[in-house]
């Protein structure tokens, strides 16, 4: 009986002789890019006044954007509004000017693709206004392309004195 | 067809041996190739128990089998999407699971491997190409052997990049020296970056994986 198990056994082992093998799988990959766009601008810019007196109050505000647009039919938009106006009350008002004619306006300057709003906007709290377009098939670079917002802000006696503060949304979109 | 009572188990063996014998039989289980004999004794009982007669003929015979390196890629997904980032021009992302078994021998190994076989699009066409570089992946923990890890590789249209390395002596299912599940696997975290510049668009490629033991 030990015998026939050693026999067994010694055979057994001497047989696993090694061949390679292998085998495959195939998986297809699926991916769509859509149209898409993001914008980054300064946290907080502050008004100056320089040279004469009542000169207008001044600003700018720095933007880096990226986005891609459809490649036949889309387009793209970079709008802002002020969402809260001046506070407190007493100074600056876009809403409810303290005189008529005062206003925030602003001109822009937008690397291409985009294209900067033309001549000399003025910022509303009711309707986002232009500050960049973009054509179909548009494409930033990767780390994003540059543009600015130069803010005017009319600079009236009848203010009075002291800090306000206002908060301007820039969206960007795309198609 | 064997019966349980002949199989060898160590209390099998005591009732039909007897102590002396049932040492002898003891060792050869508690060997390395204890579970083979084990096999090969249920399904050829008569080598080992063969009939009591007053005249009792031994008769040898030679069982071979051979037990060669395999290696089956048990599921591969068929078809997966790249999921579009939540934060805009970050990556497209998915996760896919490679199942496996493998055996592999104490001079062997074995590899799973992937190759693009066709790209998203031609490089500098526009579109996401793999030839340029734009298709990466990352590996979670593989189940048996060693996956490709947390560094990002990069996938390749022109030649095999790895996914799994499997050690020699290793094996599938069962329980130790194999994995304790019958089926192994490894995640995969595939990530083609998503920048302006790529064209809108549908695109879509071919991966090939290929698992390989010896």
Partial sequence: ?????????????????????????????????????????????????????????????????????????????????????????????????????????????????????????????????????????????????????????TNDPVYGTGAYTATVTFTISAT | MASDANCITPGNAARQLGPKRTESVRRIIQSRFGAICGIVCCAFPWLVFPAKSAAQTVVTQTVTIQVSPLGNLSSVPASVTLAQPTIPFTSFTKTITISYQARTTPSGGGAITMQVTTDFSAAGSGGPSVANGDLTYTCGAADLGTSCGSSPITASTTTQTNVVQIPSSACTGGGTPCSSTNTNSVTMNLSLADTPALTSGTYTAALTFTISST
Avoid at chain 1, 109 to 136: K, R
Wanted: hydrophobic share 35%; with cysteine.
């Fill in chain 1, 1 to 153: 009986m030990r015998k026939l198990l050693f026999i067994a056994a010694a055979t057994l082992f001497t047989g696993a002789v090694a061949f390679g093998q292998s085998n495959t799988g195939n998986t297809t990959l699926n991916l769509t890019v859509a149209h898409e766009a993001s914008i980054s601008v300064d946290s907080s810019d502050n008004f100056s006044t320089t040279g004469s007196v009542f000169n207008p109050y001044t600003a700018t505000t720095n933007f880096t954007y990226k986005i891609r647009t459809t490649k036949a039919t889309g387009t793209g938009t970079i709008t802002t509004e002020v969402t809260t106006d001046f506070s407190p009350t007493g100074g600056p008002s876009v809403t409810t000017p303290p005189t008529a004619g005062d206003a925030l306006t602003y001109s822009c300057t937008v690397a291409s693709p985009g294209t900067g709003c033309s001549g000399t906007q003025t910022a509303s709290t009711s309707s986002a206004t232009s500050v960049a377009t973009f054509g179909a098939d548009a494409h930033s670079t990767a780390a994003g392309n540059s543009g600015s917002v130069a803010w005017s802000l």
